[in-house]
């Protein structure tokens, strides 16, 4: 086959800005958002202007979550870049929707507070998106929303939606798997490669994401069978808003590799530019969203997107202190007055706290180097690493070292850890490599898919 590159985007979370995204309420909504919200239509427009001129490659996947929570004019805005993307530049995009784009409530900010706004039901996403893969298609699924297209003569892409009419992010029921194989099957007869791409992770982007519910595929050990059984070794999605690359391996000894992008309005930021290099062999390249119009306030625009991450992080620290209640809500936890008391008396010492002081309570030492820096800003950072990928806090380094015996110290109490999909987990190991990246580089990598 030919080298085929194409590139990859994902969790566009398109609002169209002047609906309304200003104001008090605004930005107190914005204390506990990890993404971008007002400044989304002109990332979008950036990284759409990017790849109209990037001569490379003439395909785009777009793996979910396109508007911010299902806005129809969002979609209508939305549609209509797209459509001129692909009149003005030749190029072709294939995508496919995911949660936040229907049966929500979707709402618009200014000085009066917060408004709603007219919502979008699964049933219209086709009428919006039918030119981006599904009237190309060479099999629809139409409960599901998901089709097979031929990028090139050599390759196939098997686009996978997990929601349905009234319902997101569904198990795949045995007749949605018997049309996900007979497809991959159809591939092999027919001589072609084929590639993945559904919104939800398969494998967890971090091994901590697997204690945490949402944040993968139900049961996706059974669509990992099926593809990597039948020829299909590749999947790309989204959903986490993190940069990860993993790999398992089925039982019949076949690779699966998930490539997990990071949101495209949301730290780190970052686009897919793929090269399929034979049917063996995928190279995976990342690029940073490019520069976009807007006041970063004297911040590279990656500092104005860590920013807002942060934030969220630290404000979560500061509700503890001073809110109780919106902490609890936010945590999903129904507040009592004894959690009230509890709460303020924690936050108000991990605000406090150093590292060493932490480490102290444990029982383990932490790093002379970073003994004195706050335990705040160590635990915030390596929140935000967890989701940028790469992560640094490895053996051999002051904080990984500290982190490492903090995470051996508390080991005994979480001897039997379940993961969502009932795995057995060892929490050291979990949280060692979710701390530090000790396998692929999730951010350039060249995958081998088979032998």
């Given amino acids: 086959m030919k080298p085929l590159t194409f590139y990859v985007i994902t969790d566009l979370h398109y609002y169209k800005n002047d609906l309304g995204a200003y104001g008090e309420a605004y930005e107190r909504s914005m204390d506990f958002e990890q993404k971008c919200f007002a400044e989304t239509q002109a990332i979008n427009e950036a990284i759409f202007d990017y790849l109209a001129k990037a001569e490379d490659a003439d395909i785009v996947l777009v793996a979910g979550d396109l508007t911010y929570w299902g806005e129809k004019e969002g979609h209508k805005a939305l549609s209509a870049l797209m459509h001129d993307f692909q009149e003005k530049s030749g190029k072709r995009i294939f995508l496919v929707t995911a949660g936040h784009d229907f049966d929500r409530s979707p709402h618009a900010y200014d000085d009066k507070g917060r408004h709603p706004l007219e919502g979008t039901k699964f049933s219209e996403l086709y009428g919006f998106y039918k030119d981006f893969g599904y009237t190309d298609a060479i099999a629809f699924n139409e409960p599901h929303l998901s089709y097979v297209a031929q990028l090139n003569d050599d390759v196939r892409l098997l686009v996978i939606c997990n929601d349905i009419d009234g319902e997101r992010h569904v198990t795949y029921d045995d007749a949605f798997l018997s049309w996900i194989e007979a497809q991959a099957k159809q591939a092999q007869e027919d001589g072609v490669m084929m590639i993945a791409m559904e919104h939800y992770p398969v494998l967890p982007g971090q091994p901590v994401f697997a204690l945490i519910g949402d944040t993968r595929q139900a049961e996706a050990d059974k669509l990992i069978d099926v593809l990597a059984d039948n020829g299909v070794h590749l999947i790309f999605t989204g959903h986490m808003h993190n940069q990860s690359i993993n790999v398992t391996e089925t039982a019949k000894g076949n690779k699966f590799y998930d490539v997990c992008t990071g949101c495209a309005v949301a730290t780190p930021a970052y686009i897919r530019?793929?090269?399929?290099?034979?049917?063996?062999?995928?190279?995976?390249?990342?690029?940073?969203?490019?520069?976009?119009?807007?006041?970063?306030?004297?911040?590279?625009?990656?500092?104005?997107?860590?920013?807002?991450?942060?934030?969220?992080?630290?404000?979560?620290?500061?509700?503890?202190?001073?809110?109780?209640?919106?902490?609890?809500?936010?945590?999903?936890?129904?507040?009592?007055?004894?959690?009230?008391?509890?709460?303020?008396?924690?936050?108000?010492?991990?605000?406090?706290?150093?590292?060493?002081?932490?480490?102290?309570?444990?029982?383990?030492?932490?790093?002379?180097?970073?003994?004195?820096?706050s335990f705040a800003d160590l635990a915030v950072a390596f929140v935000r690493s967890v989701f940028e990928g790469n992560q640094p806090y490895v053996e051999g380094t002051p904080a990984g070292d500290t982190l490492l015996r903090i995470f051996k110290r508390l080991r005994p109490f979480f001897k039997h850890v379940k993961g969502t999909q009932g795995e057995t987990l060892d929490f050291y190991d979990v949280m060692k490599h979710s701390a530090g990246n000790y396998g692929i580089d999730d951010y350039n990598a060249v995958l081998h898919l088979q032998p």
């Fill in 273 to 373: 530019r793929v090269t399929l290099e034979d049917e063996r062999t995928a190279r995976i390249e990342s690029i940073p969203v490019p520069p976009f119009e807007w006041d970063f306030q004297g911040l590279s625009q990656k500092a104005y997107l860590q920013r807002q991450f942060d934030r969220m992080l630290r404000s979560y620290i500061a509700a503890m202190q001073n809110d109780p209640k919106r902490f609890l809500r936010k945590l999903g936890v129904k507040p009592t007055p004894a959690l009230e008391k509890i709460v303020p008396f924690f936050g108000k010492r991990i605000a406090r706290m150093t590292v060493g002081q932490f480490a102290r309570l444990l029982l383990v030492k932490a790093d002379p180097l970073i003994k004195d820096d």
